[in-house]
Each structure stands twice: as structure tokens, then as C-alpha cells.
Nanobody, 127 residues
Framework: QVQLVESGGGWVQPGGPLRFSCTTSGSSTRSNEGAWYGQAPGKQREKVAIIKETGSTTYADSVSGRFTIFRDNAKTTLYLQITTLKPDAPAVYYC?????????????????????WGSGTLVTVSS
């Protein structure tokens, strides 16, 4: 059974750093791909950072320069490093990553991938 388990949320002062992690278990093939989404109260979930299989990264304009997405060498854990958290930052962050029910070569991963979500990690920005 595939699971994505997030950690790293909690209380942080405005402008403070924070790091989220998201560990995947149960996938037969490990992928470098992944994404982080943020959701503010009453708003839709929005993508803030993605990392491709090649390692290339893309960020939302609102977080560019402050957020960094990366993976560990084993490709089991996805991270989101935040250097400066704004007071109006989204309250909940979710990770999304592909998993594979059977061993899948790189050339077929886009065909047989199943995307999973973490359950979300809550951040409270307060001084």
C-alpha cells in the first residue's frame, strides 16, 4: 500500500525558515518527481513547487527565491525548504508524488504512474 507521510509543520514566526518532508513508501519504483501545494483557508489548493524526473524545478511566482524543492538521493523523501515564510502564507501544505504498483522502467513511468497525495501538514504563522 502506497503512503505519503508528511512532517515539518507547526508554529513559525513571520519571516522564519521551515522545512517540510514527505516520505513515500510502498512504491515498486522510485521517482524523482514530486510537487508541493499550499492551501490557505477558504481558498483552492495551489501548486507552489514541482521537481521533474530530470531534477529541473519550477516555482510559483509568489514563492520564487524563497522556496526550494528537492529530493534525497534514495528518492524516497521529498523536501520543501522555505527560507522566509510570509504572514499570509498558506496554512496547509500537501505533497504529491507518483508511485508505481509494479517495477516500471523510466520510459513507461508516465504511462503507469499513479499520483498520490499526502494528508497535509499544518503551518501556523504567528509572532
Amino acid at each position: 500500500q502506497v503512503q505519503l507521510v508528511e512532517s515539518g509543520g507547526g508554529w513559525v514566526q513571520p519571516g522564519g525558515p521551515l522545512r517540510f518532508s514527505c516520505t513515500t513508501s510502498g512504491s515498486s519504483t522510485r521517482s524523482n518527481e514530486g510537487a508541493w501545494y499550499g492551501q490557505a483557508p477558504g481558498k483552492q489548493r495551489e501548486k507552489v513547487a514541482i521537481i521533474k524526473e530530470t531534477g529541473s524545478t519550477t516555482y510559483a511566482d509568489s514563492v520564487s527565491g524563497r522556496f526550494t524543492i528537492f529530493r534525497d538521493n534514495a528518492k524516497t523523501t521529498l523536501y520543501l525548504q522555505i527560507t522566509t515564510l510570509k504572514p499570509d502564507a498558506p496554512a496547509v501544505y500537501y505533497c504529491k508524488a507518483p508511485a508505481f504498483p509494479i517495477p516500471t522502467p523510466p520510459g513507461l513511468q508516465q504511462v503507469f504512474r499513479i499520483d498520490y497525495w499526502g494528508s497535509g501538514t499544518l503551518v501556523t504563522v504567528s509572532s
